[in-house]
């Protein structure tokens, strides 16, 4: 039994005080008693109010993040455009760097020796380009070629990778510094900058050593949107530490590009603020896909490092108000776990990293503080927070100078096990000695399967939503194969053409991630940080089956992009499902050229023969199909604009889609709203019925009073609904930390679900009761306990649980007695761009009007 860790007894974070003078200092955890625990900002259901630009969504949708080089010697010079001076960067008044400061002062770095070298790793949402250093001893095109070779042997073949002597002896053990991707904690950057000074002109023999064994790779800043900005998100409001599961965002796509092509063994996320100093690992519950025994026995011994390198800056809660580190595992007993893959250093262990960080530091500059606080003492805190981060940087490349041969053998292990099929070694203080306090409560583990399928023909829902899965599998490093002969697994036959995920394999571990349901932990922690499930197998659109054992002989091809899903029946008119986000868009794009497009009776759309040429352009850069039909429907389908008070996911979602959005708020009602210019207002928050101006709510009250439409998600969409008077329900509220994926049930013919998934998710869930004349059930949630994967506990008083949720009404739709057509949504189908597979059914609830 391992020893007990502290009780949390608050969820307030000491960062936030305004510390003009010093503050006392505080008990320790696991030391003189507990302390408050530490929240991570941007924790809870989305709440912010959408606002990007069209500009910023168009850009994610299209761009794709560069391979960086593979061959050529080092240093690889890049003479850096430098952008227009922008007095307005909100780091200058920390005395921070400012976006346009950054490339001048790279290609300075670059002209001081041999060793500093730069690359363009991609571009931000705002269209600013993502700086990648490596700053390593010079290499010829030959040295360099051979560390990819050996590179490629520790992923590709790492039985024999573990014998290599060359891997042994010449291997440069690769290290990733991510700075800044929360825009607003800014110091990481500038920590790197000096970091990469420093290296590049140090004459010590210990320097030269570490560069002649290490490469050492920065991304000096991963959300330049942010950073000018001053904002948590990027230019389309998406928390980039939440979106590695998704990869919605070019800059999370990125990074997962540099962990791909670079291979790191050990990571660090700079971020900020939390006092004392937190220095990951985490609390339980942890991933349950890693090789936890390998990446603990690293992440401790490296934080202990770290540790030791803050508190021996000197800073002190009397002189300077910074409390000494705290490491969660060690620390705190729950509520900074490392569950879910949607953080950075949660992701990087699937790409090989045996430690990865979330660094906080410890002095608030952001926020409330930034508008408040003295430019004196914004700078005084400012400078500590950067001294933090150097410190946890130095501290981290020692403990790869130092720990070379075990770090590699420990990557080259956890590869290992995932090709060999091996069982994961649950965690304990045998099982990774030098590490107390191992409990069972630490031990999270799973049986992975033989393979996944992903069938082709009619075992497959969505020809177009598997062609998107395969396609994720393979942006992430996944091994699929295609079969190019039926076969049968586990009791089940299969055409060719069908997927397979053999799970046999290196990353078996991001494999699982994606294509697993998941795990219900309700019952192991009180309380969980962010999402708890995410299952892309669930919800994601595709028919996946698992087999959990059997011999595996399928005659198959590796798969580099998914086969052309796209089809046009060769005769007649044309059905198009309205299945699929990108079946939704290519409906809206048809709409936008003028094509006479009608409803049929299950909610799909009639594409007339005559517009064949169309069609097929859409199908092959869409991925959809248009199959043949007599059907004729029953009436047009219209252009949908939308006015949208809608959180930043939801907003991209709707343009992923291909509708024309409008984000509006309160505000913007009550500033003055043209309403002839939209068809649907679409809420999920930001926008209060009852805060509106008199002549804001009457010209809201006629444009729902003439053609106009309404769709309602969540609580604040229900009270929306509530206060305009528009159809009759009662909302019922579940658990508001409550989150996952969870059964639903579809009405049969439903416009709204109909060919929908039998899955969902949710966050902070609602259901309809008392459900007035005409309201009709579009979706219910499972019987029983539909919880499949997640957190989903009842509230103190016994109440909001998954059970009370059982069979209740999770979407609903009626006519307001004034004409309003209104739909209202209990669960989040388009949470943070990420439920793929049940886009649709706003989309459907958009044109059904």
């Known amino acids: 039994m391992g020893l007990p860790r502290p009780l949390l007894i608050a969820t307030a974070t000491l960062a936030g005080a ?143 990778a573990a014998k290599d002597r060359r891997v042994k002896s010449a291997y440069k053990t690769p290290v990733f510094i991510n700075n800044n991707i929360h825009g607003n904690e800014w110091e990481g950057t500038d920590a790197a900058l000096k970091l990469i000074e420093e290296l590049a002109k140090a004459k010590d023999g210990t320097t030269a050593g570490l560069l002649s064994r290490n ?18 998100a990027n230019a389309n409001g998406f928390d980039l530490n939440r979106d590695f599961i998704t990869g919605s965002q070019p800059e999370a796509r990125a990074i997962r590009q540099i962990a791909i092509d670079k291979q790191p063994a050990l990571m660090l996320d700079l971020h900020g603020y939390v006092n004392g100093t937190l220095i990951e690992p985490t609390t339980p519950p942890h991933g349950e896909n890693y090789e936890y025994d390998l990446f603990l026995k690293n992440s401790y011994a490296n934080a202990l490092g770290m540790e030791k390198a803050v508190n021996g800056l000197g800073y002190t809660p009397a002189k300077d108000g910074v409390q000494p580190a705290v490491i969660p595992f060690r620390d705190e007993k729950e509520g900074w776990d490392d569950w879910p893959p949607i953080f ?72 290992r096990r995932g090709a060999a099929g091996e069982a994961q070694r649950p965690v304990s203080e045998e099982t990774v000695p030098g590490v107390p306090g191992i409990g069972p409560e630490d031990v999270y583990t799973t049986a992975f399967p033989r393979a996944y399928v992903i069938p082709a023909g009619r075992g497959q829902r969505s020809a177009t939503a598997a062609a998107r899965l395969v396609d994720h599998l393979v942006v992430n490093d996944v091994r699929v194969e295609r079969a190019v002969l039926p076969f049968r697994l586990a009791g089940l036959s299969y055409p060719a053409g069908s997927y397979v995920v053999d799970m046999r394999q290196p990353k078996r571990g991001i494999a699982n991630v994606i294509l697993a349901e998941g795990r219900d932990i309700s019952a192991d922690v ?88 169309v069609a097929g352009v859409l199908a092959d850069r869409l991925g959809v199909a248009f199959l043949a039909t007599k059907e004729k429907g029953t009436g047009a389908l219209k252009r949908t604009r939308v006015a949208a008070a809608v959180t930043p996911g939801e907003l991209f979602a709707l343009r992923e889609m291909g509708f024309e959005v409008q984000p509006v708020s309160t ?76 059964r639903v049930a579809n009405a049969a013919g439903s416009p709204v679900t109909g060919g929908a998934p039998a899955h969902t998710f949710v966050y902070s869930p609602l259901w309809f009761t008392d459900l007035g004349p005409g309201v009709r059930v579009e979706q219910s949630y499972g019987s029983g306990n539909p919880l499949v994967a997640g957190h989903w506990r009842t509230t103190e008083d016994g109440k909001g649980g998954p059970n009370d949720a059982a069979g209740r009404a999770s979407i609903v739709s009626g006519t307001s007695a004034k004409g309003t057509p209104v739909v209202l949504f209990g669960t989040e189908p388009l949470f943070r761009d990420h439920p793929k597979g049940v886009f649709a059914q706003v989309g459907r609830a958009l044109i059904t009007r």
């Open 18 to 160: 305004v510390l003009l003078a010093p503050a006392p200092a505080t008990a320790l955890p696991g030391r003189d008693g507990p302390q408050p625990h530490p929240v991570r900002e941007g924790g809870g259901r989305d709440a912010a109010v959408a606002k990007a630009p069209l500009s910023a969504a168009a850009n994610a949708l299209r761009t794709a993040a560069p391979e960086l080089a593979k061959s050529g010697g080092y240093p690889r010079r890049t003479v850096l455009d430098a952008p227009p001076v922008n007095p307005a960067d909100k780091s200058i008044k920390l005395g921070l760097a400012p976006y346009h400061a950054l490339a001048p002062r790279l290609n300075a770095l670059q002209k001081l020796g041999d060793r500093v070298s730069v690359e363009v790793a991609g571009h931000s949402a705002g269209g600013h380009e993502l700086y990648l250093v490596t700053v390593t001893a010079p290499e010829t095109s030959g040295q360099a070629r051979e560390q990819e070779r050996m590179r490629e042997l520790i992923e590709n073949s790492p039985a024999a």
């Open 215 to 232: 490469r050492i790779y920065l991304n000096v800043t991963a959300n330049p949107d942010g950073r000018i900005a001053g904002t948590r």
């Open 344 to 415: 950075t250093p949660q992701y990087m262990p699937f790409q090989g990293a045996i430690a990865s960080h979330t660094i906080e530091f410890p002095m608030a500059v952001n926020n409330e503080e930034y508008d408040s606080l003295p430019v004196a003492e914004l700078r005084r805190r400012a400078a500590i927070n950067t001294a933090v981060a150097g410190a946890a940087m130095r501290a981290t490349l020692d403990y790869t100078r130092t720990h070379r041969t075990s770090v590699i053998a420990d990557q080259i292990e956890t590869f």
């Open 526 to 613: 009180s309380t969980m940080y962010d999402i708890s499930g995410w299952s892309l197998g669930l919800l994601w659109g595709a028919t996946v089956d698992k087999a959990a054992k059997g011999k595996l002989h399928v005659v198959g091809r590796p798969v580099h992009a998914a086969a052309a899903a796209g089809y046009v029946a060769p005769f007649g008119d044309l059905r198009l499902r309205l299945d699929d986000p990108k079946e939704l868009a290519a409906l809206n794009s048809l709409l936008a050229q003028g094509v006479k497009v009608r409803r049929a009776t299950d909610g799909s759309a009639i594409v007339p023969g005559s517009a064949r040429g």
């Open 667 to 742: 505000a913007a009602l009550n500033a003055g709203f043209d309403w002839s210019k939209a068809d649907v207002l679409m809420v999920s928050g930001g926008l209060e019925y009852g805060r509106l101006t008199a002549a804001a709510r009457g010209a809201l009250d006629a444009f729902l009073a003439g053609d106009g439409g309404v769709v309602a998600l969540g609580s604040d969409g229900a009270a929306f609904n509530a206060d305009a008077g528009l159809i009759a329900v009662k909302p019922v509220a579940g658990n508001g930390d409550a989150n996952g994926v969870v």
